[in-house]
C-alpha cells in the first residue's frame, strides 16, 4: 500500500510538472507569436510612412522611390569597405604567424603582440575619429571594423588555450589567459591616451601660429 501511494504522489508530482511545462510553453509561444505580430507591425508602418513621403516627393517631381528597406539602403559601400578591411587584416595576421611561429607547446606571443598592436592602434582610430578632425564616413568601418577586426583574433586566442590546457600546459595558458585582456586593455588606453595629447599639442601649436 505505501508503495502505491508513494507511486501515485510520483505520478500526481509529474503530472503537475507536465502541467506547468504545458501551460508555460503555450506562454511562451504566445507571446513569440505578439512578438513577430509586433515586428511586422512595425515594418509594415515604416513602409507606409517612407510611401507616403516618397509620394509626396513623387508628386512634387522628385525622384521615384524604390522599395528597398531603408536599413539595407546606402550600405553597399561599407560592406565592402569592412570586407576589404577585414581581408586585409587577416591576411596581414596570417602572415606575422607564418614569419613568428610558435611551438605547439610554447607561449604563443605572436598572437598576443598582434592583439597588443591591434588594440593599440585601436585606441588612437578611436580618438582620431571621435576627437579629431572630420574623416570620410567608410574611415571607421574600413580601419576599424575592417582591418583591425580581422588583424585581431579572439577565436585564435581562445584555441591556445585549449591547446596550451590538452597539452598539460597548465600554466602557460593560464599565463596567456590572464596576460591577453590586461595588455589588449593597456595597450587601448595608451594608444588613446597618446593620441589625445598629441591632438591637443597640435591644437596649441596651431593656436599660438595664429596668434602671431
Known amino acids: 500500500m505505501a508503495s502505491r501511494t508513494r507511486s501515485g504522489s510520483e505520478e500526481g508530482r509529474d503530472g503537475c510538472d507536465d502541467a506547468y511545462e504545458v501551460r508555460m510553453r503555450g506562454r511562451f509561444e ?59 587584416g587577416a591576411a596581414a595576421r596570417y602572415g606575422a604567424s607564418l614569419l613568428w611561429p610558435a611551438a605547439p607547446s610554447a607561449f604563443p606571443w605572436t598572437i598576443l603582440v598582434v592583439n597588443t598592436v591591434g588594440c593599440a592602434v585601436m585606441g588612437v582610430l578611436m580618438v582620431v575619429i571621435t576627437e579629431g578632425r572630420q574623416t570620410h564616413r567608410l574611415v571607421r568601418p574600413f580601419l576599424g571594423t575592417g582591418v583591425l577586426g580581422g588583424f585581431t583574433t579572439f577565436s585564435t586566442y581562445a584555441v591556445d588555450i585549449v591547446r596550451l590546457t590538452d597539452l598539460r600546459e597548465v600554466r602557460t595558458a593560464l599565463a596567456y589567459l590572464a596576460l591577453t585582456p590586461v595588455a589588449a586593455l593597456a595597450a587601448v588606453w595608451a594608444g588613446s591616451a597618446a593620441t589625445r595629447r598629441a591632438i591637443a599639442a597640435a591644437t596649441a601649436v596651431a593656436a599660438s601660429r595664429r596668434r602671431r
Open 30 to 88: 504566445r507571446r513569440s507569436r505578439c512578438a513577430v505580430a509586433w515586428l511586422f507591425m512595425e515594418g509594415r508602418r515604416a513602409e507606409a510612412a517612407e510611401g507616403m513621403a516618397d509620394g509626396a516627393g513623387g508628386s512634387a517631381g522628385g525622384p521615384v522611390a524604390t522599395r528597398v528597406p531603408v536599413l539595407l539602403r546606402g550600405q553597399g559601400p561599407v560592406v565592402a569597405a569592412v570586407a576589404l578591411g577585414g581581408a586585409a
